[in-house]
C-alpha cells in the first residue's frame, strides 16, 4: 500500500516562513510529477507548484516568487518551502503524487493524496 505523508504546517505571522515536507512510503517503484495543492475553507482545492520527475518546476501565479517547490526522489520525497507568508495563504495544504507502485501481483500508476498539513498566517 501507498502513502504520503506531510508534515511542517503550523501557525505563523505574515511575513513568515514555512517548510512543508511530503514522503511516500510503501511498494513503491517509481515516482513521477509531485506537487502540492491547498484548499481554503469554502474554495476549490488549488495547485501550488510542482516538480517533474526531472525537477522541472511549475508554479501558480499567486506565489509570486515566495515558494520553492523542490523534491529528493532517493527519499521519495517532496518539500515547499514558502517564505513570505500573507494571511491568503491559509489552507491546508496537500500533498500529491503520481506514483508506480505494485500490489498482489499488480503494477498501477495513479495520482496519490496526503492528508493535509493545516497551515494559517495571521495578519
Known amino acids: 500500500q501507498v502513502q504520503l505523508v506531510e508534515s511542517g504546517g503550523g501557525l505563523v505571522q505574515a511575513g513568515g516562513s514555512l517548510r512543508l515536507a511530503c514522503t511516500a512510503s510503501?511498494?513503491?517503484?517509481?515516482?513521477?510529477?509531485m506537487g502540492w495543492y491547498r484548499q481554503a475553507p469554502g474554495k476549490q482545492r488549488e495547485l501550488v507548484a510542482t516538480?517533474?520527475?526531472?525537477?522541472?518546476?511549475t508554479y501558480a501565479d499567486f506565489v509570486q516568487g515566495r515558494f520553492t517547490i523542490s523534491r529528493d526522489s532517493a527519499k521519495k520525497a517532496v518539500y515547499l518551502q514558502m517564505n513570505s507568508l500573507k494571511p491568503e495563504d491559509t489552507a491546508v495544504y496537500y500533498c500529491n503524487a503520481d506514483l508506480v507502485a505494485g500490489w498482489n501481483h499488480e503494477i498501477t500508476r495513479q495520482y496519490y493524496w496526503g492528508q493535509g498539513t493545516q497551515v494559517t498566517v495571521s495578519s
Open positions: 510503501g511498494t513503491i517503484l517509481n515516482v513521477n510529477a
Open positions: 516538480v517533474s520527475e526531472r525537477a522541472s518546476t
